[in-house]
């Protein structure tokens, strides 16, 4: 039934647990989601905003099939989801880049490990979009920081996901890279209309990329406790969405959701 | 004067060169009868006989290679030992090391037995050894690749366990097979380790060679030795020593050759250049 496939979200969390057991200690167990759905619609950007520590990354590692849910279903495309997510391309938090592979060379593993005919040929193409065409023969550590996440960009993009999921991918950065990193990936992700499910603990970020906002209560166990389509008209500006009316308003009323929590992640890092 | 050979990076081998010198200067002033009033033996003639001359020695190198020319036939063996047991070594540690990394479940089952091996004082193998596998080459590549398995052995297992769990996850999330994870990430991962096991291995595999030498042979370097050494002919003795330790020093630099070229994605400290 194609056309039940077509409608299908392209990602869907249904009633998603994760409970991890110390390995030293098996009594010891911590449950980081708890009962989370969350659906991506195709073409959709969602991002996935709380507190610290509250279990974040643990989602986006599920929905990348990296991490099997204790209890709950995963579904892609409304395939139910085995091993690890072939349409869903992956932007990590921490360094990922193959420290042994130049530039260009980690644009092209993916497409090596694929088997393309020119792989080179789009890496070096790919790597000309994010502004690094000239550094396709340096190795990570003679890169930036700033660099070394326009590489990964490449690399995740480079394969045509349908499915992008990004786990705070530029907290890393100065806030003037970031901008322009942003502005970027909104640029890219307009052209191909891709879903995106965007982590991050920014709730600016979120709001000026975004189409839709989930707020996910403190840890352990959280939830999501709130939900917020962005209106915003889009072709948007990051640093310049920010101060429209519109802007401050939702920034009000997620922070107003959000703040309780927020402190109370807080209280529990200050406690442990 | 001094400005000119100041110890720095340009005048760095010869100030290198000049302590091998003088070492040899050192050894030859306190070892030739006749030079120095003795002061720790009874005559003059026994530093000599217990430490060798260094002019001797020399001689004795010069022999081997231009005048007799009877040495290649022994330095051939023991090298070709020494390689023999480097190889297999090193190829069969990165084997095991890269298959128990990847099935933990092999690894709990063989944890004890290789710890057992591992601290077991090997070189009690060579007469073992040397029954199994006759005294010829055999014997010798044996207990050298013994030597040489579990220090490459256990570089391997540490360096497939210490793998970048983000760029594991990474490679996986960029569609990487099993196989490609084994040659794309594993193995590059592990390599560092590896490089640093094989100077350790290289000077392993040559005691592997030459203590089985020791222990029965008829031809090699450490056959040499023992001979001269059962005559009292300590010149001789040290010149093998020499001869050896240059070999060894070479076996080793290619490997850094190798690791200099394999390696160079690693960061090295840079440093500003004054001008």
Known sequence: ?272 | MWKLIKPRQATLRLWQLGLLVAIFAVWHLLTKPGLLPPFMFENDQQAAFFFGEPLKIFGRIWDWFFANADIYEHLWVTLLETVLAFGIGTALGLACGLWLALSPLAAAICDPYIKALNSMPRVILAPIFAVWFGLGIASKVALGVTLVFFIVFFNVYQGVKEVSPVVLANARMLGASQRQLLRHVYLPSATSWVFSSLHTSVGLAFVGAVVGEYLGSSRGVGYLILQAEGAFDINTVMAGILVLTAFALGLDAAVGGIERRLMKWQPKQGQTEKL
């Open chain 1, 1 to 272: 039934m194609p056309s039940t496939a077509e409608a299908a979200p392209a990602l869907a969390l249904d009633g998603v647990s994760c409970t991890f057991i110390s390995k030293d200690d098996p009594g010891q167990r911590y449950t980081a989601v708890r009962d989370v759905s969350l659906t991506v619609g195709a073409g959709e950007f969602v991002s996935v905003v709380g507190p610290t520590g509250c279990g974040k990354s643990t989602l986006l590692n599920v929905a990348a099939g990296l991490l099997e849910p204790s209890t709950g279903s995963v579904q892609v495309f409304g395939q139910p989801l085995t091993g690890v997510n072939a349409r869903a391309g992956y932007m990590f938090q921490a360094e990922s880049l193959m420290p042994w592979r130049t530039a260009l060379q980690n644009v092209m593993a993916g497409l090596e490990f694929r088997g393309a005919a020119d792989a080179q040929a789009q890496a070096q193409e790919w790597l000309k979009r994010v502004g690094l065409g000239a550094f396709g023969d340096r190795y990570p550590h003679q890169l930036s920081g700033g660099m070394r996440k326009r590489v990964s960009l490449a690399q995740t993009l480079v394969l045509d996901p349908d499915i992008i999921l990004m786990d705070e991918p530029f907290s890393a950065l100065d806030i003037q890279t970031r901008q322009l990193m942003e502005n970027e990936v909104l640029a890219l992700w307009a052209a191909k209309k891709k879903a995106v499910l965007f982590i991050t603990h920014d709730l600016d970020e979120a709001i000026a990329m975004s189409d839709r906002v989930v707020c996910l209560s403190a840890g352990p166990g959280s939830r999501p406790i709130g939900e917020f389509a962005i209106d915003l008209p889009r072709p948007r500006d990051v640093a310049e969405v920010r101060n429209t009316p519109r802007f401050v308003e939702l920034h009000q009323a997620i922070w107003g959701v959000l703040r309780e929590e927020v402190l109370k992640g807080y209280q529990q890092q200050l406690a442990a």
